[in-house]
């Protein structure tokens, strides 16, 4: 990846980050950025777990696949293009086992249209354990 790709990518991360994710404690993994493809982080903690404390709320997994996803759909806006935003559509998620550990997202877009972008998200623990699985629909909003 060229040097002024992958600024402009990690720019465009950056941008779609939300206020929302700070609460929650998401960033993302700007080491593995590429057009397409992205990787958040979400760390346990006391305040997102489920009345057993060691267990991850499926809500905080949830909104990490939502972001993930978001941020994703953000690196396939070409530089020349002008987009008013994105927004969520569908979001269906499959919880495979319980989270007590760091979680990451790894989101990948699955197909890209001029106003529909689906993307699949993984979620996996810090030992590497499938948590969840995501399939994101976004609508890409264009200025009027």
């Not at 070409?78 to 559509?89: I, K, L, N």
């Not at 790894?106 to 972008?117: D, F, H, L, P, Y």
Request: net charge negative; aromatic share 8%; proline share 3%.
């Amino acid at each position: 990846m060229e040097q002024d790709e992958k600024k402009y990518l990690e720019d465009t991360v950056k941008d779609a980050i939300v206020p929302y994710w700070a609460l929650l404690g998401i960033t993302p993994d700007l080491n593995t950025i590429e057009k397409g493809k992205v990787t958040l982080l979400l760390p346990m903690k006391e305040e997102l777990g489920t009345r057993f404390t060691d267990v991850m709320h499926g809500g905080a997994i949830s909104s990490l696949i939502d972001a993930a996803a978001a941020t994703c759909t953000s690196t396939l806006k070409p530089q020349d293009e002008e987009w008013a935003g994105w927004v969520t559509t569908d979001l269906n998620v499959s919880y495979l086992n319980a989270a007590t550990k760091d979680v990451s997202a790894v989101a990948t877009s699955i197909r890209a249209g001029k106003t529909v972008v689906y993307v699949q998200v993984d979620v996996f623990d810090s030992d590497k354990r499938f948590i969840a699985s995501g399939r994101v629909t976004y609508l890409i909003l264009r200025p009027r």
